[in-house]
């Protein structure tokens, strides 16, 4: 009975949770450090992402108190607040990190020789003591504390137009930009023209390119690096955006003729034929009516050429180096990771702001996706 024509099988709904499943593993992280990128640095440190939107309770590092001090009733008194820039509820304090928590909100600790520290709910403390405290050493306070759910739009305001606090990522995305935008265009117009003489026009040796095409993608790019940017060198065009476009292009042109190629093959024969008996030349025939058919395919190889050109650091290392001024958005993360390890929020902020952009070109596209992948498989 499984066989009978119409019946769905039985492992619909095994691939069907699958999906859901890949689909939930990429989501996560991704949503992750979206809400990481909204959040302050204290707060990603404190707790994960998951605990954002809800009130957070932790032991928070050991603060020491300070302030100016005046001369109350014969006591010099100074007084401040713990946490002068949160919103902090203290939940219980100490001044010992072998008992963080010994008094509770609003107690009077005794720390010896007269001295006593008193700190209220909300932060504020009071040292009195019968001498002055200068040149001494005050004491620290460990407290635990809850704080509200914080979100910022200074991380991408640091990021993207910060040039110290963001360590240059608003440059790096426009030296991305403007790497990736022509790398994917050029790659295509190219294509589309060898992928329609190789699928629709008779001239000796075409067979022998469309293998040459095949072999082509299993080339390795590593090993063409080193020789094509000593021959950049040469014609001028060594560490230069031309030079990386050149490079993107080349490294990209076997995919990209054989995916169009293999689109172009499956179009209906009648209409390029009654085309040519109407009397349209090979060029009118492309623009017509082999693009417009072929957008899918043209969408397909879009989508693999930006997310590789953008996502991409060996390339642009290459062939447009580590100048901080042409240095593209995943050196600059790699930079990052280095020199600004404790600051997670700029971190996370310039993570989400590097795959913000292909995230946007895939969801645009996906639904060509498949449809491109496709093509030619079935007759």
């Known amino acids: 009975m499984d066989n009978i024509a119409g019946r769905k099988s039985g492992l619909t709904w095994a691939v069907h949770i699958a ?6 593993l990429w989501l996560f992280p991704t949503a992750g450090l979206f809400v990481s990128s909204f959040r302050t640095g204290d707060q990603i440190s404190g707790s994960g992402w998951w605990a954002a939107f809800s009130t957070q309770q932790r032991n928070e590092p050991a603060v020491r108190v300070g302030g100016d001090e005046v001369q109350q009733g014969g006591r010099f008194v100074l007084q401040g607040d713990l946490f002068p820039n949160r919103d902090m509820t203290i939940k219980a304090w100490g001044t010992s990190s072998r008992d963080v928590e010994a008094y509770e909100p609003g107690a009077t600790a005794d720390l010896g020789d007269g001295v006593t520290l008193t700190l209220d709910e909300g932060g504020t403390f009071t040292l009195a003591g019968p001498e002055s405290f200068e040149g001494q050493r005050l ?6 504390a809850s704080s509200p759910p914080e979100f910022t ?9 910060s040039g110290t606090a963001g360590a240059g990522v608003g440059q790096s995305f426009i030296n991305t930009a403007t790497v990736a ?14 992928a329609y003489a190789l699928a629709w026009m008779d001239f000796p040796g075409r067979a022998l390119l469309v293998a040459a095409v095949v072999a082509l993608l299993v080339v390795p790019l590593q090993l063409a690096l080193i020789p094509l940017l000593q021959i950049h060198n040469v014609i001028g065009i060594g560490k230069t955006y031309m030079g990386t476009w050149a490079a993107h292009t080349a490294f990209g042109m076997p995919l990209a003729i ?12 009648d209409i390029i034929e009654n085309a040519r008996v ?6 009118q025939i492309f623009v017509k009516i082999i693009l417009p058919l072929s957008f899918p395919a043209l969408a397909s190889f879009a989508i693999f050429q930006f997310l590789w050109t953008w996502n991409d650091l060996l390339v642009a290392l290459v062939f447009l180096g580590t100048d901080d001024e042409r240095l593209v958005l995943t050196g600059r993360l790699v930079n990052l990771l280095g020199s600004r390890g404790g600051d997670w929020e ?14 946007a070109v895939f969801f645009a596209m ?7 992948l496709l093509a030619g498989s079935v007759k």
Do not use: C, H, K, W
């Open 258 to 269: 054989y995916l169009l190629r293999n689109y172009m093959v499956g179009l209906p024969r």
């Open 278 to 283: 109407d009397g349209a030349t090979d060029f």
């Open 181 to 194: 935008i022509p790398s994917t265009v050029i790659p295509i117009l190219i294509a589309a023209f060898a």
């Open 19 to 24: 999906v859901v499943l890949l689909v939930i």
């Open 366 to 372: 996906q639904r060509y996706l498949v449809r491109g």
């Open 153 to 161: 739009l200074a991380n991408y305001e640091n990021v993207l137009f």
């Open 346 to 359: 700029i971190l996370a902020t310039s993570a989400f702001v590097s795959i913000a952009v292909p995230l």
């Open 139 to 144: 004491p620290r306070v460990f407290a635990t």
